[in-house]
């Protein structure tokens, strides 16, 4: 799959040749939203307000730190939030399964992992979020589920839909799968309240960028070293992320000379991807740590960014919640 991203953002050969497959998945996906929609398919409603954070293209937009943000916001209005997330690549036999901080991200997934690390608050992994969100209320007492990229699962109904947007790449070449990036046509969108965008926003979209707070040391977040300590220095870049070209490209920014080592998103990391022939430091993304923290050693690092959305997202998250209640 990862040759086949390539293609995906611009108008290819290869983009063109599978475009008869792209329509048939369209449709198929059509046909399921309305399944849901005309309640042919059943949709399971919770006893508290859900929120959906996620969005309409494959690979990394933003999520994770934006559903971070989120569960601090619900926290100081009150709120007791849980998070549910697909636990993507996975290994663990059973499902649902509760994610703490020194969870295995081989076993719930490395999303999961820096979610329960970052979020505190109670977080259960499984790829039936409508199970997990019904552990999280029935057991951990909260009241209100934010779901992590759950924009398709259409079986956990939500009161309020956040769709992420990659504000760099957009939606590539506006093709569905597999002969572009999206998972739903860009219509879509349409039927989202809240649009945030990773980058310059558009009309109806609000912005979000990302705060860069330090660098930590893979495996010890208590040692903790300012940027700019490493800044004007060779180092290594590790990303298995979704863009991992966005991620080189903060560095540069922060005043880093950057060696790029890009991985598919979601890669398993061995020691000798992270292992190099001098004692240059390595940085890496905080979802890429989790997974090395058993082979790291004293000069592998991990950026910490916080998201920061529009001042107004978190006032139309409240208002919608509101009138969620009141209705």
């Not at 730190?65 to 209005?77: C, E, N, T």
């Not at 663990?92 to 329960?116: K, M, Y």
């Not at 070209?245 to 598919?264: I, M, N, S, T, Y």
Request: hydrophobic content about 40%; charged content about 25%.
């Amino acid at each position: 799959m990862y040759w086949l991203e390539k293609h995906w953002y611009r108008l290819s050969p290869v983009s063109l040749i599978l475009l008869p497959v792209s329509w048939v998945y369209c449709f198929l996906m059509w046909l399921r939203g309305h399944g849901y929609r005309w309640n042919l398919l059943g949709s399971i409603k919770l006893s508290v307000p859900v929120i959906v954070v996620g969005n309409i293209t494959v690979g990394g937009t933003g999520k994770t730190p934006l559903v971070i943000w989120l569960v601090a916001f619900l926290k100081q209005k009150g709120l007791r939030p849980g998070i549910v997330t697909r636990g993507y690549q996975g290994r663990a036999r059973t499902w649902p399964q509760p994610v703490l901080p020194p969870s295995d991200p081989d076993q719930v997934g490395d999303e999961a992992v820096v979610l329960a690390r970052r979020g505190a608050c109670p977080v259960v992994a499984d790829p039936d979020r409508v199970r997990a969100a019904q552990l999280l209320v029935h057991d951990h007492g909260c009241d209100v589920i934010v779901s992590d990229d759950g924009l398709q699962h259409l079986r956990l109904a939500r009161d309020i839909e956040i769709a992420v947007i990659d504000g760099e790449r957009r939606f590539g070449n506006g093709l569905c799968l597999p002969a572009g990036p999206l998972r739903e046509p860009v219509s879509r969108l349409n039927r989202v309240p809240l649009r945030v965008t990773h980058g310059k926003a558009r009309t109806g979209e609000l912005g979000m960028e990302f705060v860069e707070t330090g660098l930590c040391r893979v495996g010890s977040t208590a040692q903790t070293v300012a940027i700019a300590e490493f800044q004007e220095r060779q180092v290594h870049a590790v990303a298995g992320i979704g863009h991992p070209l966005r991620f080189f490209a903060q560095l540069r920014r922060l005043g880093f000379d950057v060696v790029e080592h890009p991985f598919p998103d979601h890669h398993r990391f061995t020691p000798a991807d992270i292992t190099f022939d001098d004692n240059k430091p390595v940085i890496m993304t905080q979802k890429d740590a989790v997974k090395c923290e058993s082979f790291a050693g004293d000069r592998h690092w991990y950026l910490s960014v916080e998201a920061r959305p529009d001042p107004v997202f978190g006032e139309r998250v409240w208002q919608l919640l509101e009138e969620k209640r009141r209705g």
